[in-house]
């Protein structure tokens, strides 16, 4: 009994303790500020050849490698993201990248393939390299400019 009391004696304590650094890194969610974050809400339309561009990654990007993103729908059409959270983008000069996303994506720091396009099995369309991995698409985000429609072309 005697050792009972002494274990018990030491075991709450600990497990008091346990519980107070568990819940201190635990359940708590931190909420961001973004309302000093100059953000405004982006969509617009994406068409290649004249035809609603479907599953494309549109992507604005700031020369400091920041970006916003968002997918187009069946109507080509999309909204940017600032992250998986809000909505919206930065304002400024943006270069603007327009890609089909799949799961053998070339990792993040590697270079492409000199020449080549990005495409979509599924539907057999590609996109051209100048608008996407040198692009020559930009938008300058602001208040009062916030819908941006591309017009690709397959041939340039």
């Known amino acids: 009994m ?11 304590p600990l497990c008091l303790l346990s519980c107070l650094l568990l819940s201190a890194g635990c359940g708590g969610s931190i909420e961001a500020d973004y309302s000093k974050l100059d953000l405004v809400d982006v969509s617009g339309t994406v068409t ?4 609603p561009l479907s599953g494309a990654t549109v ?6 490698r920041t970006f916003s993103s968002g997918i187009t729908d069946a109507s080509g059409h999309y909204s940017l993201m600032f992250n998986t959270e ?15 996303v ?27 390299e ?27």
Not at 48 to 51: P, S
Not at 138 to 144: K, R, S
């Open 2 to 12: 005697k050792l009972f009391m002494l274990l018990c004696g030491r075991a709450v």
């Open 48 to 51: 290649l050849d004249g035809q």
């Open 59 to 64: 992507v604005f990007e700031a020369p400091d």
């Open 86 to 100: 809000k909505s919206g983008c930065l304002t400024g000069q943006k270069t603007v990248r327009i890609r089909f």
């Open 102 to 128: 799949t799961d053998s994506e070339t990792p993040e720091g590697e270079a492409e393939t000199e020449g080549t396009q990005e495409s979509s099995a599924a539907s057999g369309q590609k996109i051209p």
């Open 130 to 156: 100048q608008y996407n991995s040198k692009s020559t698409l930009t938008a300058t985000v602001n208040a009062d400019q916030t819908s941006f429609n591309f017009d690709l072309k397959s041939k340039p």
